[in-house]
Structures are given as structure tokens and as C-alpha cells.
């Protein structure tokens, strides 16, 4: 029972801080904010916020994961175009694609900044408080949002499709790393301005280079079976 009364009085001091956080980073953007103005504006001191989060960081991260709500709404409706698991991976990606570029500030922080932490840990804690967040998710979908590690996460899901025939085994781990590698790369360009992208052709170029590497791997009597096109309806 004081567990329980515990995990809703955490519950209700992150609402408010959280609430705080995303106010102002509606305001003054991601990177302007400071612990002591969050705290001000949700009604309490510095060292209140220190109870419940280690740094900035570590506050910031979790409301940002707040704008990650469309994503996970929208996920289950991507993956239902797939025909089998290297095409419901594909609409994964685009789905991803897609919400991450739209706030490419947000996405940077939750899965490429260092945060002097382990993300894994942060996204199992925030779901720990918000678990309401995981009801009527199917377990696939929950296996994708609540890994942090963008090449674990592929890893687990795509794993199938050895089963299915697609891809060899010797070839998940590597496909797993190279779509995340090519996702981070386009990041970086995009917020470094390297590329003059605007956020709907760097989900469409990202996406021609994670099919491309994908359908590379597919075994040779397989590759007629994937139909997946971009921004399918």
C-alpha cells in the first residue's frame, strides 16, 4: 500500500514538472531551458526537483517523451500495411521517420545526446510512472517503444523473418546497426545543417537508404515478396 501511495505521489509531482518543462520548451526551445525556471513554473523550488530527477538532463528527457505520443499512436496503423515482418520493419522505420525528423531537437535528445545516464534505464522508469501509456499497445508495439537502443530494438523485432525465410541470421545484427547508423547520419546533417533537407524529403531519403540496405540482405528467392512503398495509404 505505501508503495503504491509512493508511486502515486511520483506520478504527480513528474505531472507537474513535466507539465512545467514542456511549457517552456514550447517557449523558448529545448536547449534555453533551465531546472530552476521549470521549477518555478511548476509552483516549486530547485531542490524539490532534485528529489525526483537527477539533473536537467535527466528532465528533460522525460518530457520529451511526451512528444513521442503521435508516434506511438500512429505506429499500430504503419505496421498493419506489412505483408510479412520485413515490410511491417520497413513501415516501422517510416512511422519513425516520419515523427522524427517532424521534431528533430526532441529525437536528438532521446536517442543520440549523451545524457550522462543509461537511456535505457530512463525510458524503463518513465514507463514505470506512466504505464498507463502502454494499455491497449500490443505487446509487438510495446517491444519497439520501450527499448531505447535503436539497433537492439530491430534486432529483437526483425528477428523473425529468419524464420520467414528473409534474412539469413548472420545478416540481423548487421542490418539492425546499419539502419540505425544511416537514421542517426541523416540526423546529424539535418540539425547541422549539412543537408538542405526540409523534414518530409529527409524521412523520404532515409527511407530510400534503409530499403535499399534492408532488401540487400533479403535472400535472392525472397525479394519479390517485399511491396513496401513509401507513404502508402
Not at 103 to 119: D, H, K, M
Not at 171 to 185: C, K, N, R, S
Request: proline residues 2%; aromatic residues 14%.
Amino acid at each position: 500500500m505505501a508503495n503504491e501511495r509512493k508511486k502515486i505521489q511520483t506520478a504527480r509531482m513528474w505531472r507537474y514538472f513535466l507539465d512545467a518543462a514542456s511549457e517552456l520548451m514550447e517557449e523558448k526551445g529545448l536547449n534555453n531551458i533551465k531546472i530552476r525556471e521549470i521549477a518555478d513554473r511548476a509552483g516549486y523550488t530547485s531542490s524539490t526537483a532534485y528529489n525526483y530527477f537527477r539533473d536537467l538532463s535527466h528532465l528533460k528527457f522525460f518530457a520529451a517523451m511526451r512528444y513521442t505520443t503521435a508516434y506511438v499512436h500512429d505506429l499500430p496503423n504503419y505496421m498493419e500495411k506489412g505483408n510479412n515482418t520485413v515490410e511491417k520493419w520497413l513501415y516501422v522505420w517510416e512511422c519513425f521517420c516520419r515523427h522524427s525528423f517532424e521534431l528533430p531537437e526532441v529525437y536528438y535528445l532521446l536517442y543520440i545526446e549523451n545524457l550522462g545516464v543509461i537511456p535505457e534505464e530512463m525510458m524503463k522508469m518513465y514507463y514505470e510512472v506512466y504505464a498507463n501509456e502502454l494499455i491497449d499497445l500490443s505487446d509487438e508495439v510495446q517491444s519497439i517503444i520501450t527499448h531505447h537502443d535503436i539497433a537492439k530494438r530491430s534486432a529483437l523485432f526483425i528477428h523473425k523473418t529468419t524464420d520467414e525465410g528473409f534474412i539469413k541470421e548472420a545478416d540481423l545484427e548487421y542490418i539492425a546497426d546499419l539502419t540505425m547508423v544511416i537514421w542517426t547520419g541523416m540526423m546529424m546533417n539535418l540539425l547541422n545543417l549539412r543537408k538542405s533537407y526540409t523534414k518530409e524529403e529527409a524521412a523520404k531519403q532515409t527511407m530510400y537508404f534503409i530499403r535499399r540496405s534492408i532488401i540487400d540482405v533479403v535472400v535472392p528467392e525472397k525479394k519479390h515478396l517485399i511491396t513496401y512503398e513509401y507513404g502508402r495509404g
